[in-house]
């Protein structure tokens, strides 16, 4: 099957409507009981969380019907859910309000991102800005751009290749393996800047724009990757695992790092982690 432009706009404004419905009005409007941990007290799911990922995965359904929808939230109470990414004809990988621990923190970097897959391959990316109102976009082989209520839209494009010592870069090492987590903050003072916005969605919108030159993850769960990877590529951008070998959204680990070009991740690579072996 294809996934138009127009499947893409459907989405998009399904997000839209329901971060308006559910996710701003609890915005800095949280109860204590409304916000709950899960792996740490640096993982939280909120009650926004939980009821968006519903009326999204419920209109999602209602529009393609017999999709597999696949949502941080469900998986989190039922990891099998995951294990269908691969063969479904069409799913859906949800991510109801990533930057969560921003959102609860009462800061306005967060988003609302939606991946669609076909046999596994990422085919439409769209991460929300719900704060912003726009919607970074991509649709595999059409590019990608920056979507506004009113119809207007701006292509993307990655930043052009500079330097190490030139780049500036969102690295997130919180679920780096205990050995490793000294040598890449240790090498950080190696490129420009290095920050974490503690959200992938706005990372991803940075390094698609060509704001920042490199994203480094140490977790690829796909609700973070899948949309962002697919707008990133589109934007001209390249991105690969650790190791190398290419981002798929039923891998489970690996890390990965998001550059200009091959050449740039490269750099980075080899300039934040030990010597390939």
């Avoid at 009005?25 to 009650?47: C, E, G, H, M, W």
Wanted: aromatic share 8%; proline share 6%.
């Amino acid at each position: 099957m294809t996934f138009t432009r127009a499947d893409a706009l459907a989405v998009a404004d399904i997000l839209r409507t329901t971060a308006q419905a559910e996710i701003l009005p609890r915005f800095r409007n949280l109860s204590a009981d409304a916000i709950r941990t899960k792996s740490s007290q640096l993982d939280l799911v909120t009650d926004a969380d939980e009821a968006a990922e519903r009326v999204i995965e419920a209109e999602l359904l209602r529009r393609f019907p017999g999709a597999l929808v696949v949502g941080e939230e469900g998986v989190s109470r039922n990891a099998s859910m995951l294990d269908g990414l691969g063969d479904a004809e069409l799913a859906f990988i949800l991510d109801p309000v990533d930057g969560t621990l921003n959102f609860a923190s009462g800061l306005p970097l967060f988003g609302v991102m939606a991946a669609v897959a076909i046999k596994g391959e990422i085919v439409c990316g769209v991460i929300l800005d719900p704060i912003s109102d726009d919607w970074a976009m991509a649709v595999r082989g059409e590019g990608a751009w920056i979507q506004r209520p009113d119809g207007s839209a701006s292509p993307l494009q990655v930043a052009s290749s500079v330097p190490l010592s030139q780049m500036a870069g969102n690295v997130s090492w919180r679920y780096l393996p205990e050995d490793l987590r000294p040598v890449v903050t240790g090498n950080l003072p190696k490129v420009a800047m290095a920050a974490d916005l503690r959200c992938a969605a706005h990372t991803y919108r940075q390094i698609a724009a060509g704001y920042l030159h490199f994203s480094f993850s140490s977790s690829v769960m796909p609700w973070d990757h899948a949309a962002g990877w697919l707008i990133h590529r589109e934007a001209g951008g390249y991105t690969a695992h650790f190791d190398g070998s290419p981002y798929r959204p039923v891998n489970r680990g690996g890390g990965l790092i998001s550059a200009p070009d091959k050449e740039s991740w490269q750099a980075v690579r080899d300039a934040l982690l030990p010597p390939q072996t």
